[in-house]
């Protein structure tokens, strides 16, 4: 398979807390797939994508970082920091294209 890929948002929920803004399902036209529970960060203006993720757990136990905070582990990866971040934007303009309005509410972040 060569070329761009059709990414379109087809489902957004609100969750403002921190940096998260809320959680996009984005949908992969050609490869006929459809990812769950993106989420859509912002912070000192920069949007982002993240690919789901899931609470790490060790021994039944939840790993917290140094900070206490939960620690995740990726449920898939990219090859490389540019095709991330290439995910990562055309993810954000897609939940844009979705609702132009999806990312303005919580400026606090």
Known sequence: MSGKLTVRCVG??????NTLRGFATIQIAELRMTICEVAIHKKNGKLWAQPPSRPWVKEGQLVRGEDGKV?????????NGAVRAAFSDVVVRAVIEFDALALESGAAA
């Open 71 to 79: 620690q995740y582990s990726p449920l898939f990866e990219f090859d």
């Open 12 to 17: 957004w929920r609100q969750l403002c807390k």
